[in-house]
T-cell receptor, first 109, second 115 residues
Framework: DAKTTQPPSMDCAEGRAANLPCNHSTISGNEYVYWYRQIHSQGPQYIIHGLKNNETNEMASLIITEDRKSSTLILPHATLRDTAVYYCIAESGYSTLTFGKGTMLLVSP | DTEVTQTPKHLVMGMTNKKSLKCEQHMGHRAMYWYKQKAKKPPELMFVYSYEKLSINESVPSRFSPECPNSSLLNLHLHALQPEDSALYLC??????????????FGPGTRLTVT
């Protein structure tokens, strides 16, 4: 699976959009981009995934660049409960998730 | 029901003890996973079961012994652990392991302390 690179930490004001970037420049054509998050001391939670097209669900939006070398997870209206470590993972369909260090998102009042 | 349950929530065991961790899901998922997470580190895959058969063992020491008695249950048997095995043990499940893109659902984990 391709390696992903994320900033170690980001801050966001409550109510504003949180835009979390991820680089995956070596991603192959059959690898999906997955986003999970882990709130302190809890199990990881699936957020969203995509292959080529942008995706949106009730939690977030995923924007994948046309060359697929990077993506952005967007939380449209961040709340304090969105404070967590966010993991971007490139996975080829064999479900063996390899977690990187992720981005610690701190949402402040 | 999109829940993966794990018991116990916390476990303290001595190095000579034998204990088991349990994981259960009733979503009809046919792939189940064990991960280990040390403090301030990301989760690391240990084992994958697909249709109740061991599919992947990430070179885990034999003191960890997984078992999948049926499609809803996953156990992790522990024996002669070391203090460095203290960690959060996470179970996850997905609809299947291969063939398409399947998100994994994680349980809350068992926090294990080896004394």
């Amino acid at each position: 699976d391709a390696k992903t690179t994320q900033p170690p930490s980001m801050d966001c004001a409550e109510g504003r959009a949180a835009n979390l970037p991820c680089n995956h420049s070596t991603i192959s054509g059959n690898e999906y981009v997955y986003w999970y998050r882990q709130i302190h001391s809890q199990g990881p939670q699936y957020i969203i995934h995509g292959l080529k097209n942008n995706e949106t669900n009730e939690m977030a939006s995923l924007i994948i660049t046309e060359d697929r070398k990077s993506s952005t997870l967007i939380l449209p209206h961040a709340t304090l409960r969105d404070t967590a470590v966010y993991y971007c993972i490139a996975e080829s369909g064999y479900s063996t998730l390899t977690f990187g260090k992720g981005t610690m998102l701190l949402v402040s009042p | 029901d999109t829940e993966v349950t794990q018991t116990p929530k916390h476990l303290v065991m001595g190095m000579t003890n034998k204990k088991s961790l349990k994981c259960e899901q009733h979503m009809g998922h046919r792939a189940m996973y064990w991960y280990k997470q040390k403090a301030k580190k990301p989760p690391e895959l240990m084992f994958v079961y697909s249709y109740e058969k061991l599919s992947i063992n990430e070179s885990v020491p034999s003191r960890f012994s997984p078992e999948c008695p049926n499609s809803s249950l996953l156990n992790l048997h522990l024996h002669a652990l070391q203090p460095e095995d203290s960690a959060l043990y996470l179970c996850a499940s997905s609809l299947a392991q291969t063939g398409s893109s399947y998100e994994q659902y994680f349980g809350p984990g068992t926090r294990l302390t080896v004394t």
